[in-house]
């Protein structure tokens, strides 16, 4: 069985400027999306805040919980329900806005499963009563208390009518250490990845490595000055790619380019797409970096191989026909991956299903800029001479 | 299989060795090795990252060293005026010039760990600001944070909690990791609470409402009795007026249990002085028959009976309306000592075991669907040869499992959708492998010429492509924490064991098939 015939012979190379307006469309929207929401909209990992994933056992709804919710003070958490409907199922999270994180969701557990037990029980009086504090002095110190309320405890803890499955609290300087350490993480792992490159393409292990070192270094001094890690790292990258084009590290260049183009790309559809940054969508973006790099690579490697074999032709040919070489392995494997990426979107269930949607975007994006994006970019400096 | 080769060998020894690995996690008891290690995302269970607030420690250390330096100028008959601790600084000022060559010579033989920030002789008299030399601060700070993560550690030991995690993270943070602990709720109060158990005497001459009213006496402060009716759920605040000087602290103590009232069948804390603590114990209740002595917790009174008479041998009792998991805890966090300094909770994540089935449920779902998608797509389209990368990738996933337990690594679900990833990716060496063979048979060479000049050229290839993604996934293990650092090592150990499959493994089947089978043509 074959889908691409081994004689296919698509003029990639001509049709390069088709690919360069639909990168250039696709970053513009993915900027302009990133703009209008004013950056990429942090999950609680990195903007700091409490998630409760609570399930309960008798059916409710937003409104219910707002409400019992209001006693406590919290009035700006975000309810979602989770799963499907008939689950009872829901997600609450609460922003940093509230200055006590700390102990926040004990309370919340503590008012939601109330709040349904009074559904569940129409005899005690509504949840906000109960759940006020009498700030009032009683007289006399609590000596009498009764033994029977020590029986009663057990069974009524067990048969709560909510389960709390899930409590994530991040506080504001995690959250903020998590969001450099993530950044950095990308930095370093294009560093890495484009030394690794010029040094197996072109022999330039040396220049490559200072570069690196060069510019982490560089890193590393201005973050102590403490100016903002984002806009640093955009700086360093830029300043990598100039110096890229300088040192005539063309493969890196390619390579790198296509990396950024595929990180901004899928950010940027995550950001139209309203959906949260979180450690895993990291842990994805740094495998889509791997699994784009992988494409490009082998489109690369034929290209190296066909430039000493084809000495004849010029270089754009040989890229064309080294892209069409690898189009059958560059389809077959996209799909392999997408399937195993689309039943993980499928039936990972909810906490891994973002992940997934940011695979399955990589994916795409990645088969398709080692083609248009990656190998074209070889050419600039061929063109120049 | 009549010669069996080097390469034959090595598979055979990597094939049983991961058998010997996995199996365990598949039928407990009988093999030797653990099983692979649960994540925290899978089995339920809590993380929690503390910072231990370590001024405090700081802070204490100063405040307790001016009171020696209090009762020391008392006992020399110094003149002062004004000793107060300002952050980490004292100040203070000493009046009269008898008084200031008394303070000079008690300053140098009794005090010399203080250093002088500041000094202002004005006439008679001398303001001085005295602090700790930063190395000192220093030292404090991180005995602060040592002496915190043992406490924690003891508390939980005594907790009963299986495989705790406890370690520190960093400077002051300590990362706490309680797999499968069943009430979080009760775990956090137990790993937060400072402890620190103060005994003060009640003032009874001067009245609660005037203090409340903000006239409190010199040297008394006013501190809160919280009562939880547990049927209402109503809290009520009490107020005392206490003696600021505290009589005798926990540091004392050499045990603490949980007895129950015979009278009214309610749990209380029973505790034991070492000998010195049973002397000053006896001391106090000899010199205050008829007061109230306050049994103070971390700033909240627990109980404040009335010293009936002078009790010697040391041991007292806590009482309030406990439940006994309190009483439990209390004694348990009584026993292991007060916190050095007070910690507060700066990320916690904690997933309840039914979530952590359902992930373990859902991530094997994807799996085996995802699994057996590609394996059914490798054999329409490659054929027999599809037949081979399939098996390299069964091999693959048995691999990594072993991989997992033989590095006592953690399994976590971002590490399942790693394995899954590696399922699409592991096919990946092997596609490239079979096109390369394809172009070869394709210009006209025999099947077996064609599948070595296919691995010859595909090697080199497939060696790049891996170890980029390699990078990444050390970057990522480096950087991430907890399920990440999961994914990152399934994704590498996938990385690694593609590579012995696809390169070794499969070509070894085609080995076998093309030359010992003696095959003429080959199905790719």
Not at chain 1, 34 to 59: C, E, M, R, S, W
Not at chain 2, 167 to 193: F, M
Not at chain 2, 367 to 381: A, D, E, K, N, R
């Amino acid at each position: 069985m074959q889908f691409i015939q081994p004689d296919i012979n698509i003029d990639f190379i001509g049709k390069r400027h088709i690919g360069f307006y639909v990168s250039t469309a696709l970053i513009l929207i993915s900027l302009l999306s990133l703009l209008l929401h004013g950056g990429p909209k942090y999950g609680i990992d990195f903007a700091g805040g409490t998630l409760i994933q609570i399930k309960f056992n008798v059916p409710t709804t937003v409104d219910t919980i707002k409400d019992s919710l209001k006693p406590i003070g919290i009035t700006g958490a975000s309810i979602q329900q989770y799963g499907d409907a008939s689950n009872n199922e829901y997600l609450v999270r609460a922003d940093i806005a509230y200055k006590k994180l700390e102990g926040l969701s004990d309370k919340v557990q503590q008012a939601l499963v109330q709040a349904v037990s009074n559904i569940s029980d129409i005899e005690t009086p509504p949840a906000s009563e109960t759940l006020e504090t009498s700030e009032s002095a009683t007289p006399t110190p609590t000596t009498q208390t009764v033994s029977q309320e020590i029986a009663d405890e057990q069974p009524e803890q067990a048969t709560l009518p909510a389960e709390v499955r899930r409590i994530e609290m991040v506080g504001p300087q995690v959250g903020k250490d998590l969001r450099e350490k993530a950044l950095l993480a990308m930095f370093f792992a294009l560093l890495f990845i484009t030394v690794y490159i010029s040094g197996r393409f072109e022999f330039k292990w040396g220049i490559s490595a200072i570069m690196a070192s060069g510019l982490m270094g560089g890193v590393y001094l201005i973050k102590s000055m403490g100016i903002s890690m984002p806009f640093l790292i955009v700086f360093a990258l830029i300043l990598a790619m100039v110096l890229f084009w300088c040192l005539r590290l063309q493969y890196a260049m390619g390579a790198i380019t296509a990396l950024i183009h595929d990180v901004t790309i899928t950010v940027g559809i995550f950001s139209i797409f309203d959906k949260e940054f979180t450690l895993p969508i990291i842990a994805a973006l740094l495998t889509i970096i791997g699994y784009s790099l992988n494409d490009t690579i082998i489109v690369f490697d034929r290209i190296r191989e066909n430039s000493r074999k084809l000495t004849r032709d010029t270089f754009d040919i040989v890229i064309n026909k080294s892209i069409n070489e690898t189009l059958s392995r560059t389809i077959l494997t996209s799909l392999t991956t997408l399937i195993v990426v689309l039943t993980l979107f499928l039936f990972g269930g909810g906490i891994i299903h973002d992940f997934a949607f940011a695979m399955i975007i990589g994916v795409l994006i990645g088969t398709y800029s080692s083609i248009f994006v990656a190998s074209p970019i070889l050419l600039l400096w061929k063109l120049q001479k | 299989m009549k010669n069996i080769s080097p390469r034959t060998i090595i598979i055979l020894l990597v094939l049983f060795g991961s058998l010997l690995y996995v199996l365990p996690s598949i039928h407990i008891d009988v093999w030797p090795h653990k099983k692979i290690n649960l994540g925290l995302d899978l089995q339920g269970g809590m993380h929690l990252v503390l910072e231990v607030e370590a001024e405090k420690a700081v802070e204490s250390t100063i405040e307790r060293m001016g009171h020696d330096l209090r009762r020391e100028m008392k006992t020399n008959h110094i003149k002062f005026a004004d000793l107060k601790r300002i952050a980490f600084q004292l100040h203070l000022k000493v009046l009269g010039n008898e008084s200031i060559d008394k303070f000079n010579q008690v300053l140098d033989d009794e005090f010399q760990e203080f250093r002088i920030a500041s000094r202002k002789q004005n006439g008679d008299q001398l303001s001085i600001i005295l602090d700790l030399p930063d190395s000192d601060v220093a030292e404090i700070k991180k005995k602060a944070a040592e002496q915190a993560l043992e406490t924690i550690r003891n508390r939980i030991d005594e907790f009963g909690v299986s495989e705790p995690d406890i370690r520190r993270q960093g400077e002051r943070r300590i990362l706490v990791q309680l797999p499968g602990v069943k009430d979080p709720r009760r775990a956090k109060d137990l790993i937060g609470k400072t402890a620190l158990l103060e005994f003060k005497l009640v003032d009874d001459q001067h009245s609660v409402e005037e203090a409340l009213k903000g006239k409190a006496p010199l040297g008394t402060e006013i501190l809160y009795q919280v009562v939880e009716n547990r049927q209402t759920r109503r809290k009520s605040k009490t107020p005392y007026l206490v003696e600021k000087r505290t009589t005798l602290t926990g540091e004392y103590l050499t045990d603490a249990r949980v007895n129950i009232d015979s009278q009214y069948n309610e749990p209380y804390v029973s505790i034991k002085f070492n000998k010195k603590g049973a002397r000053l114990f006896e001391r106090i209740t000899e010199s205050n028959v008829q007061r109230r002595l306050a049994i103070v917790l971390d700033n909240k009174i627990h109980s404040a009976p009335v010293i009936q008479e002078r009790i010697s041998g040391g041991e007292a009792r806590i009482t309030g309306s406990f439940t006994h998991e309190e009483a439990h805890d209390l004694a348990i966090v009584l026993r292991a000592g007060a916190l050095p300094a007070p910690v507060h909770i700066l990320e916690e994540r904690t997933v309840g075991p039914s979530l952590g089935k359902d992930s373990i449920r859902k991530g094997l779902a994807s799996m085996i669907i995802g699994g057996i998608l590609v394996i059914f797509f490798m054999i329409i389209y490659y054929k027999v040869a599809g037949l081979i990368a399939d098996i390299a990738l069964a091999l693959n996933i048995l691999l990594i499992a072993a991989g997992l337990a033989g590095f006592q690594a953690t399994l976590t679900l971002p590490g399942i959708a790693g394995i899954i990833l590696t399922i699409g990716m592991a096919v990946d060496a092997n596609v490239l492998i079979f096109e390369r063979i394809r172009e070869e048979l394709r210009i006209g060479k025999s099947p077996l010429a064609a599948v070595d000049a296919g691995y010859n050229k595909a090697t080199l290839t497939i060696l790049d492509a891996n170890v980029t993604t390699l990078i990444a996934a050390v970057v990522l293990f480096q950087f991430g924490t907890g399920p990440i650092k999961g994914f990152a090592v399934t994704l590498s150990l996938g990385v690694i064991a593609s590579l012995f499959t696809a390169l070794i493994v499969s070509r070894q089947i085609f080995d076998s098939l093309l030359i010992n089978r003696q095959l003429r043509s080959l199905s790719i």
